[in-house]
């Protein structure tokens, strides 16, 4: 199973960026959909953009939609979240995902693998 590394959060103010990256090891992603999803105290985790194997579909939220891109390097196996125009409502702990190989990337409820988080926060 791919072990899932985050890195990039921090606090930001509103309209600011970030770069998230996911770092896999012990397996490779080139077979996998990636994903990055966050949770905020009290709420639901939720899915905020994913990418298929060979990045050629993407899905993002519409509430990030225009401000976030999600982006693979297959030969580094790592993942990438480019957060633009920040929001205060963007503040979350970010979880990179994965699924197994080969499975499709078509929900948010097939994801297997999960990191320890990055925590995002963005004041007003």
């Known amino acids: 199973q791919v072990q899932l590394v985050e890195s990039g959060g921090g606090s930001v103010q509103a309209g600011g960026s970030l770069r998230l990256s996911c770092a896999a090891s012990?397996?490779?992603?080139?077979?996998?959909?990636m994903a990055w999803f966050r949770q905020a105290p009290g709420a639901e985790r939720e899915g905020v953009a994913r990418?298929?194997?060979?990045?050629?579909?993407?899905y993002t939220v519409d509430s990030v939609k225009d401000r976030f891109t999600i982006s693979r390097d297959n030969a580094k196996n790592t993942v990438a979240l480019q957060m633009n125009s920040l929001k205060p409502e963007d503040s979350a702990m970010y979880y990179c995902?994965?699924?197994?190989?080969?499975?499709?990337?078509?929900?948010?409820?097939?994801?297997?693998?999960w990191g320890q988080g990055t925590q995002v926060t963005v004041s007003s």
């Open positions: 995902a994965a699924t197994k190989a080969w499975v499709p990337c078509d929900t948010w409820g097939k994801f297997s693998s």
């Open positions: 990418i298929s194997r060979g990045g050629t579909i993407i």
């Open positions: 012990g397996d490779t992603i080139s077979y996998t959909c």
